[in-house]
């Protein structure tokens, strides 16, 4: 069993920043792809970023030049700057694990940017 515990969300105004953080409870030569994913109310989670084992990355349209996803070992973060109000949302890590290709999820923490 693989845990994720998240830190970082708050309430930010437009134009600010946060920085998200995700701990992974393995090692991260266990774990192919850690990244980050959020779900605004009545609306499906969605990929914002997300960062291979070997330092790939890929971003959601919406927050390219604006989030930058990296990781330290078990831990990946989520720098997000010039944030708008329709980056609210709550934001869950998730990390795949490599043995079974399972994804295992955060709690979510709530990010909230107002205008």
């Known amino acids: 069993q693989v845990q994720l515990v998240e830190s970082g969300g708050g309430l930010v105004q437009a134009g600010g920043s946060l920085r998200l953080s995700c701990t992974a409870s393995?090692?991260?030569?266990?774990?192919?792809?850690m990244g980050w994913y959020r779900q605004a109310p009545g609306n499906q989670r969605e990929l914002v970023a997300f960062i291979t084992r070997g330092g790939s990355t890929n971003y959601a349209d919406s927050v390219k030049g604006r989030f930058t996803i990296s990781r330290d070992k078990n831990i990946v973060y989520l720098q997000m700057n010039s944030l708008k109000p329709e980056d609210t949302a709550v934001y869950y890590c998730q990390a795949r694990i490599t043995a079974t290709n399972l994804p295992y999820w955060g709690q979510g923490t709530q990010v909230t940017v107002s205008s």
């Open positions: 393995t090692s991260i030569f266990s774990i192919t792809a």
